[in-house]
């Protein structure tokens, strides 16, 4: 059974950088895109940036080029930093997996963390 | 950035009665393959979200066959045949087609 498991620091000061972790239990990261995704009370659900075992990044535009999503595929982990980070960056985050399909997109995220709280305050 | 619109955000629904929820988005899902790239979730009170539906009507596995998607291009529609206690949560559509991903705001079920 693929599990997600995840770990930050759950409180920052405004202009530090956010750093989460994503441990990839009962399955590899070969063959997937893994993505973390935020979900706060003002915005909803927002997807930040998917990665694939080869390290191609994507990243959303709307985040300004804040956010860095890396692998290790020694430690099958996914990490996330987002810099210079706001109150607006209040949000709980959640890494995901989802499968890719031929066409280059994804069939859904079948696999989700537990998701991390994650506040912003001076 | 797709944007994506559901309705209604609310649904009160009793136990044993079916449900629908719509999703609209501002472009055609629709892939050259001829396959829609619309997820939908459930996010049940307390947990992370999990996949229902994707390429807009195919189950994800151990999903109840209560639930159901259809729709192509820019309307979708998600139905449940006979709600249960345990479908209360919120449901988001989502397109997969082009990033970013983008996600509907979310519709409330509630018994």
């Known amino acids: 059974q693929v599990q997600l498991q995840q770990w930050g620091a759950g409180l920052l000061k405004p202009s530090e950088t956010l750093s989460l972790t994503c441990a990839v239990s009962g399955g590899s990261l070969s063959g997937y895109y893994w993505s973390w995704i935020r979900q706060s009370p003002g915005k909803g659900l927002e997807w930040i940036g998917e990665?694939?075992?080869?390290?191609?990044?994507n990243n959303n535009p709307s985040l300004k080029s804040r956010a860095s999503i890396s692998i290790d595929t020694s430690k099958n982990q996914l990490s996330l930093n987002l810099n210079s980070v706001t109150a607006a960056d209040t949000a709980v985050y959640y890494c995901a997996r989802a499968r890719p399909s031929s066409s280059g997109t994804t069939l859904g995220f079948d696999y989700w963390g537990q998701g991390t709280l994650v506040t912003v305050s001076s | 950035d797709i944007v994506m619109t559901q309705s209604p955000l609310s649904l009160p629904v009793p136990p044993g009665e079916p449900a629908s929820i719509s999703c609209r988005s501002s472009?055609?899902?629709?892939?050259?393959?001829?396959?829609?790239?619309l997820d939908w979730y459930l996010q049940k009170p307390g947990k992370s979200p999990q996949v229902l539906i994707y390429?807009?009507?195919t189950r994800a596995p151990g999903v109840p066959d209560r639930f159901s998607g259809s729709g192509s291009g820019t309307d979708f529609i998600l139905k449940i045949s006979r709600v249960e206690a345990e479908d209360i949560g919120i449901y988001f559509c989502m397109q997969a087609l082009q990033t970013p991903r983008t996600f509907g705001q979310g519709t409330k079920l509630e018994i």
């Open positions: 990665i694939n075992y080869s390290g191609t990044t």
């Open positions: 472009q055609s899902l629709l892939h050259s393959n001829g396959h829609n790239y």
């Open positions: 390429l807009g009507s």
